[in-house]
């Protein structure tokens, strides 16, 4: 039987570049790929976007827009890691482990969004809150989330690591701050909330690695659990998952935002006591946070092991 067809469009960026190397060591597949010159040429990506089985499109939204436009049969199946089409109609919203039916409903789909780093560390500690009816919908959710430098890409690699660096950027930025971060959509959407959280998310002076914080007085929540009391719940709601994992941190624990870097783990570490919780999801923005949840959906499309070729 011929292997499947996988070509990554955007093969040379940040994220383009890790889902190669996940993919490198892999014979289930056949990576098909563009010449180095050609690889912003129409003609020749159009080309191979018509070949694959499945394509990540590893791209600038308006890029990945027109890729999508320039696959003109029906049997291209697409993963889009951009932001592009995240909460539009007809893509699934690549986060199996919020999915009833991952394999029915993201394994079986022509069109797969992949989730926005900062919107994955936000909806694995709040979507299930919510959906067991302990986060009231209308809660007002503030959420910080810490960043490294590759989350912004080629552009922003080259300005943490040239040689013209700018003191401002030796220290923590906050950015997003018309508090209208691209993300904000989805994370509305798949939270199940009736409005966006206030979010303010901050780059800093590290490589990779994300520590996603959202916080709330307990009183609040239906039967006002206590912090460890949530640890709990949101340790039976993700049992048996192997990317996503949950403990309760009743060391008063730093929490380092590079914990999970290198690896396609996420772990939600849940803080506080009987009045106020925080709870905070650590992972690689590179990882479960883009490639990584790439490869992981890319795995169920073809109705493999979901884990197969991950970083554990
Ligand atoms: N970095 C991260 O942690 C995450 C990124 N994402 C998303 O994934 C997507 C890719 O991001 P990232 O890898 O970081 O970005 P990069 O800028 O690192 O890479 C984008 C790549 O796309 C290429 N490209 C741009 N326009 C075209 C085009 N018209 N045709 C073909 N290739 C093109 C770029 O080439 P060139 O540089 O020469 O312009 C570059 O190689 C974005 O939508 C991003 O928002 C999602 C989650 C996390
Ligand atoms: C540090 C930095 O700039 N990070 C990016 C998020 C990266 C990401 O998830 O991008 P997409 O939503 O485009 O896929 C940002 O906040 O816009």
Redesign the pocket.
Request: charged residues 25%.
């Given at each position: 039987m011929s292997k499947p067809k996988i070509y990554i469009?955007?093969q040379?960026?940040?994220?383009?570049l890790q889902i190669r190397q996940r993919l490198s060591s892999r014979y289930d597949i056949e990576l098909l790929t563009i010449d180095e010159e050609k690889?912003?040429d129409t003609e020749a990506?159009k080309a191979l976007l018509n070949e694959a089985d499945i394509v990540f499109l590893?791209?600038?939204?308006k890029?990945?827009r027109?890729?999508v436009r320039l696959i003109e049969n029906d049997h291209t199946r697409v993963i889009d890691?951009?932001?592009?089409h995240r909460t539009v109609n007809g893509w699934a919203y690549g986060l199996p482990e919020l999915c009833r039916y991952p394999v029915e409903v993201i394994g079986k789909a022509m069109r797969v969004a992949?989730p926005?780093?900062h919107a994955t560390g936000f909806l694995a500690a709040a979507a299930p809150l919510v959906s067991l009816h302990i986060l009231p919908p209308d809660y007002p959710l503030t959420c910080y989330s810490l960043t490294g430098y590759?989350?912004?890409?080629?552009?922003m690699?080259a300005e943490y690591e040239g040689e013209e660096k700018g003191k401002e950027l030796y220290a923590p930025r906050i950015y997003g701050t018309d508090l209208h971060h691209k993300h904000l959509a989805e994370m509305t959407k798949y939270a199940g909330l009736d409005m966006p959280p206030i979010f303010c998310p901050i780059v800093d002076d590290y490589y990779?690695g994300m520590a996603t914080t959202i916080m709330f007085y307990n009183k609040y929540l239906r039967g006002q659990p206590t912090a460890e009391e949530i640890a709990l719940i949101l340790s039976a709601y993700y049992a048996g998952q192997k990317l996503i994992s949950v403990t309760y941190g009743r060391e008063n624990p730093m929490l380092s935002a590079n914990r999970l870097a290198g690896t396609d783990r996420l772990e939600l570490v849940v803080c506080g006591h009987e009045d106020q919780t925080i709870v905070t999801a650590l992972f690689d923005?590179?990882g479960k946070?883009?490639s990584g949840a790439a490869v992981q959906n890319m795995n169920l499309m073809l109705g493999l092991d979901e884990i197969t070729g991950l970083n554990l």
């Open positions: 469009d955007g040379e960026g940040t994220t383009g690889r912003k990506r590893c791209l600038p939204d890029a990945a027109e890729a890691a951009s932001t592009a992949n926005g780093c590759s989350g912004g890409g080629r552009k690699i990779c923005n590179l946070g883009a």
